[in-house]
């Protein structure tokens, strides 16, 4: 599986970082567990529908972090991903804190996937 970033990631990424010091560990944690199995898994990751585009966009849901110790997998960090079956690729579209922001940008998604 080969993995790769848009720049808006990377910089939620280091943003998120510099108060969540485990974060880069934790996604190299979620890198692996993708390698396994890339697709959608209710409920701990979904596709989501409804933007009217082709390429297949998963949200992680539940992603244990070791910043976040003592409450739990659901209430951090979301991770979008557009996910090339076909191709064993895999690109990182947003990471972003749940108590900051309730929902992912689908103006982002739709910037970087239509």
Do not use: H, Q
């Not at 280091?14 to 974060?23: A, G, P």
């Amino acid at each position: 599986m080969e993995f790769s970033e848009i720049e808006e990631f990377k910089k939620d990424l280091k943003k998120l970082s510099k108060r969540f010091i485990t974060l880069y560990d934790d996604l190299e944690i979620v890198k692996k567990v993708l390698m396994v199995n890339a697709d959608e898994r209710p409920p701990f990751s979904y596709r989501i529908d409804g933007l009217g585009i082709k390429t297949c966009i998963i949200k992680i849901r539940k992603i244990a972090s070791r910043s976040l110790k003592g409450r739990g997998a659901n209430s951090g960090f979301r991770i979008i991903y557009a996910y090339f079956k076909a191709e064993e690729r895999i690109t990182f579209t947003e990471i972003y804190f749940k108590g900051d922001k309730e929902n992912e940008d689908r103006e982002r998604i739709l910037r970087n996937f239509k």
